[in-house]
Structures are given as C-alpha cells and as structure tokens.
C-alpha cells in the first residue's frame, strides 16, 4: 500500500530537489503585491418564523390527543358491522 503523504511532500516548497550547484542563484527579493482592504458583509438580519401549530418550549408541536388514533400514533380501526 502507499502512503500518499510521503508523496504529496514533494510539492511543498522546501522539500524538492536541491538546485544544480552551476544554476544562477536569485536572491532577489519580489515586492509584494499592494493588498486591498478586505469589504466586510453586511449580515442579513434574522427573522423568526411563526410555525402554523403550536409548540412546546423545546420548539416541538404540542401532542394533542386524536380519538382516531392510538397511543402511537396509529389509526384504530373500526369494525366492521
């Protein structure tokens, strides 16, 4: 199995391979490019949204008790006559 990190190394800066000993060396320093002010984002303004049934204090429908229904909340069925 290989191991991906040990590959991936070689492509951060540092890790390749040493310059030719014959190659030019650049010393020269780049100037850095001028950054712009970075423009904060006005938030959007939150709204809270009424629910069309009633809830509980943790935010759940309140139960209401359905005479069609059982304790689970499966119908009962009616006999046939």
């Given at each position: 199995m290989r191991d991906k990190k040990d590959n991936a190394t070689i492509d951060l800066p540092g890790?390749?391979?040493?310059?030719?000993?014959?190659?030019?060396?650049?010393?020269?320093a780049a100037p850095e490019p001028q950054r712009r002010p970075r423009v904060r984002k006005a938030a959007l303004k939150q709204v809270q949204?009424?629910?069309?049934?009633?809830?509980?204090?943790?935010?759940?429908?309140v139960w209401n008790r359905d005479e069609g229904l059982d304790l689970t909340g499966l119908p009962i069925w009616a006999p046939d006559h």
């Amino acid at each position: 199995m290989r191991d991906k990190k040990d590959n991936a190394t070689i492509d951060l800066p540092g890790f390749g391979p040493p310059p030719a000993p014959d190659a030019p060396a650049t010393t020269e320093a780049a100037p850095e490019p001028q950054r712009r002010p970075r423009v904060r984002k006005a938030a959007l303004k939150q709204v809270q949204l009424e629910l069309l049934e009633p809830t509980d204090a943790s935010g759940l429908p309140v139960w209401n008790r359905d005479e069609g229904l059982d304790l689970t909340g499966l119908p009962i069925w009616a006999p046939d006559h």
